[in-house]
């Protein structure tokens, strides 16, 4: 990977993302007071929520709509001047692009909507409102005690066209990788990051366009385990999906939790510094069994089925999905179809 | 419970455990090596471990044997002379009873070996040699960093009759009841103390005379998440049963893991004191789901189906097995028996 | 030690506390909003609370008064029975007794309360109101995330003389002991334990009688960091004296605090189970550096100087102290008398 | 800052570290078998050390030496082609630069090492051998863990001088900077960063060219405590200079340790992401108790007094240094001068 700005434009890392309630007190209530999401603002269609170490305006964005899903994937890049560019390589590819006047998104600058030829809505944009750091704030510190967005996880039919778009275009660079079985592997997932970490999105084959998941940092393995307490002690048992447990991949400590609605996110800790830009990938195989799960626990059907639509910029409506190309989960859980 | 004499005796605490294994070398490297018991002695035939915790000189007894299981469970008693009482109770039950000279087990001071009324081979003793105390020896800790045998798992048919002679007649006290459901509940399962903790023994509903699991206790979650880790990068994957979670009965955060031979044990961590007198039982429906794992993970179908036999200190062979007397899990895993 | 019932009671454990406090407001707030305690009840001279762990009425008891202090220490027994013969005892020695009718201190039944012959007040109480279990409400989890008092640390001019009270006639066992230098060592300090821990009591050299510090236990080594990083945040600063740190007594790892009103009490997790009848104390020597701080950090002036004055029930005035018959503190802290 | 390649070339992030020591068998025991260090390579006058989450050949390197001290630290760069221009850049501000071929170091490939205008021994390298990655070998865990190396943190006369060195020539970018009191507040300390992290090096005001410490990450608070332990149970009890405990500027967890040549390591956890651009320094004054212990304690006056002498790549010989231009040192630790 480079990080040179040879192309015009930098992506700094996964910005923040908008998850779509039906329900939006219900929402605010579980991201807020029991994962300890910050409500920095709301109105009567939006929560806008951050994390203990964000010092910007939001990371997670709640917006109240007739299904629960994803409205946007964003990225913050370098400098506004670096989103026409963009605009002007997703319109060469066949995708849309509609510009977002500063404030149109609260504390945000103007910034880049596009529905990529991926066919996933995903919003660029530079500025964003600064607000109180509550890093050194322990008294706001609950439940997950969720530090910041880390990642996206997509899922698409075709893993190598969006490894192409990702790091041949857009720049970033692939940590880890995984193969199909057998003589000629096709890439069936990869972990590419702009910031140093081990990534800022995944892709991976599957039913898509969808979103799987967005992985929210916290600060250790402790914060996890007294998550899956407090969200056993308070009637969300049910949103407990995988975990806690430890991923090959990543090396990552995680829980998958499926929110009210739904919508599935990550707590997750415990990966890499990756600032290296002569990092090799890593190379796992898809049928690996410590690759998902470290300890070997095996991953519930669900979590292979099921994943988040997205919302067409372009149409208001969700997109439709197209099967995958290959097979979308190792041999052991094809029978779990 | 009273803690009074008034019996003759008084069993002090889950005092330690005889496995036997076929491969001693073997079990040895995965006790010591891995799990990070301390040895304190060994021959031929015998591996005697102890806990980084422990002051006397073994709570774990490894036996080299044609085939896995349990030898004898053993409960520390407060004076060599309350052992004579303990033998005519069990006589007069019609089980067997013999004496054990000092020095027999490694270690150990005169002991008496039974076979109780209800099928299970249990050692009662008083003296152990004291041993070097490595609580705060820091460099020897490794794995799992187990501190100390905690307690005993077992099945039998009728847990009701165990109650009786384990409460009524040894003197342990109830802090944990397991009752079915319906309008005339019955004794499904009991946590039994003597020491100031949850419990030295578990009597369980299930086909038996069986050892379910002996439970070791470490210091806190993340020795139990360190040795995942460890067990996920030596070969040992196959290991882990069950967990990491936490249990709705005792609070205590676990492990299951069957060693190399198949037998079973518990990392465990994180119960409560049970001192008073006056504890009133907490009781549990059979069928709650976060009785079992109070994060609601489902149990595997290995846990209820498999256990530890018990080898007669009557006939040298393993005890026959009898059905439980009543459904020995939970309506939502019949299915899987 | 014995826990036989030959002398007409038995002494549980460590009970509860009074603590005298002049802002009843900010001792609750302290205590309940930071340190994470459970308010069972108040009224408007007393604020009495609980650790999550607890199921009976209450552990700490604040109690509105002139200047702060300790109103009273209290050991639960195993029956009301019990508390005639001690009235005996602690008469037989020229101390003061008198009865406290149920209900006198709100949630307890009759109690004994007795100025001992070492000066100290002390309560002796079988019956607690039972009250709900917050040890599975991960919703009620705060600050240090309390579970239960642990022991009381005194100060008195002859340990000696204290010794033979709890251990010879009370019936405590010495689980560790400190003794001075030299070719005659003189006992300096004891921790003496009836339920299976470290200690309920600990008797240390000092000027006296006063209370040194009541611990609490926190369920592990990260409750006690997070409770130094809420402190920092929240204008309490000022309020930690001594830590965190690693106690070579006990390995406990602990947190000294001062309340707002100058109270200690310590936060304390990670010592050991001491059932055995026929443990052998451990023995310290006084100036070993490695004794109070097991890393070594030098202990602070105020943690010697300091300690908290005891209410007499005989008088209610504050008692007089007497200064130490011996050295109070290691050779290397001399100078900083 | 800008990430952009305007200049010519890229630091990457802080790379490795030479410490001179005399007695490279304990140094090595030490670092390798206390600490946690992987061997790479060592020949009679080195030892190669790497960190768990490592994929390079060192971070730290152990050479034989008459006096203990630091041989060099060194910057990755993102390409061999950017050290010309450092080169240049250091000459044309009177620095001395030599050309260091491949394998001179082992494991590295063709490096510049200079000696800077602000007098310190710096190598600017892009090329190491690539080495396991021990990261999910939780069997080579042990001692403190030690994943990375972090930061240096260098002592100078004038911080302002060696702050526009780094920012203003070099790219990095300031996260956070203690600034003197007074109405003309000058700088007294930064902390840059190239990696996404708090710093790569932070500058502080002293007496120097000299080396405080070098920082080294590990997993979380637990590692840290888990080495504390470790360090006073193996008789390095007096390594331990100051912590564990919580700084202010970093939020990270910390302990200070003094190797047994008295060279100075920070063992070093939990500070944030700073990936973004337009991140605004956070700001402290020097006399902020809780700037450098968010937890109040005092800092002893040797982690003021002392640091590593800087060996020239020019003479060989460790520089002189001179005293700061403002003072080195809180108010209220000056009495400890």
């Known amino acids: 990977m480079t990080s040179s700005g040879a192309r015009g434009f930098e992506v700094v890392r996964a910005g923040h993302l908008e998850l779509l309630v039906t329900d939006l007190a219900a929402s605010k209530r579980f991201y807020a007071d029991i994962l300890g999401f910050v409500v920095t603002e709301e109105d009567s269609g939006h929560v806008y929520l951050r994390g203990l170490e964000d010092r910007q305006h939001h990371c997670l964005l709640l917006t109240k709509a007739a299904s629960p ?29 509609r510009w977002v006047g500063e404030g149109e998104e609260k504390g945000q600058g103007r910034a880049l909507i596009v529905e990529d030829h991926l066919g996933f809505p995903v919003e660029f944009y530079e500025k964003m409102e600064p607000v109180d750091w509550m890093l050194q704030r322990y008294d706001r510190y609950r439940g997950a005690k969720v530090m910041r967005l880390d990642h996206f996880n997509i899922l698409l039919p075709d893993a190598a066209v969006g490894y192409d778009w990702y790091v041949n275009t857009l720049g970033f660079g692939p940590t880890e990788i995984t193969e199909t079985e057998g003589p000629s592997p096709a890439l069936w997932a990869a972990w590419l990051r702009r910031k140093h970490t081990c990534h800022d999105i995944a892709l991976t084959t599957g039913k898509g366009p969808r979103v799987h998941h967005a992985g929210f940092t916290v ?12 969200l056993a002690s308070t ?7 995988r975990g806690p447990g430890r991923h090959g991949v990543s090396n990552a400590f995680f ?11 990550e707590l ?9 830009p002569d990092w090799a990938p890593i190379k796992w195989k898809l049928n690996d069994p410590q690759r998902q799960t470290f300890w ?11 994943a988040m639509l997205v919302r067409s ?6 997109m439709d999905v197209s099967p995958p190309k290959i097979q979308d989960r190792p041999d052991y859980l094809l029978s779990a179809h």
Request: hydrophobic letters at 35%; charged letters at 25%; a negative charge.
């Open 268 to 276: 997750y800790t415990g990966d890499y510094l990756s600032a290296d």
């Open 235 to 241: 009637g969300y048992l049910g949103t407990m999906e």
């Open 255 to 265: 829980l998958y939790i499926r929110d009210p609605e739904g919508n599935r996110i």
């Open 69 to 97: 899903g994803v409205g946007h994937i964003a990225f913050k890049v370098s400098s506004e001047a670096g989103l026409e560019p963009i605009e002007g390589l997703v319109k060469a590819r066949g995708g849309f692009a």
């Open 313 to 318: 910029p372009r149409t208001g409506r969700f």
């Open 296 to 306: 070997g626990a095996p991953t519930p059907a669900s979590w292979f089925n099921d």
């Open 219 to 230: 600060a250790d393995r402790g914060s996890i385990m007294d998550c899956a307490d407090l």
